[in-house]
C-alpha cells in the first residue's frame, strides 16, 4: 500500500512539512498541542517545533 503525504505548515515557524495520511482525499487540521481524548499525530517540524495533525 502507498503511503500518501500532504504538506502542511508549521504554525510556529511557517516551514512545510510533510504528513503521512491515510488517504489522500482525507483533510488535515493543525494544532499546536495535544487535546486530551483525541488521538492526533505528532509531526516534528524541520525547524526543531512540534504540532499535531488531526484527520478529519
Ligand atoms: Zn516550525
Redesign the pocket.
Known amino acids: 500500500m502507498q503511503i500518501e503525504t500532504q504538506e502542511v505548515r508549521?504554525p510556529?515557524?511557517?516551514?512545510v512539512n510533510g504528513v503521512p495520511v491515510p488517504d489522500a482525499g482525507v483533510e488535515l487540521k493543525i494544532k499546536g498541542y495535544a487535546a486530551p481524548f483525541e488521538d492526533p499525530t505528532k509531526i516534528e517540524?524541520?525547524?526543531?517545533?512540534s504540532?499535531w495533525v488531526y484527520y478529519c
Not at 510556529?12 to 516551514?15: E, H, S
Not at 517540524?45 to 517545533?49: A, E, K, M, W
Open positions: 508549521c510556529t515557524c511557517g516551514a517540524c524541520s525547524g526543531g517545533h504540532f
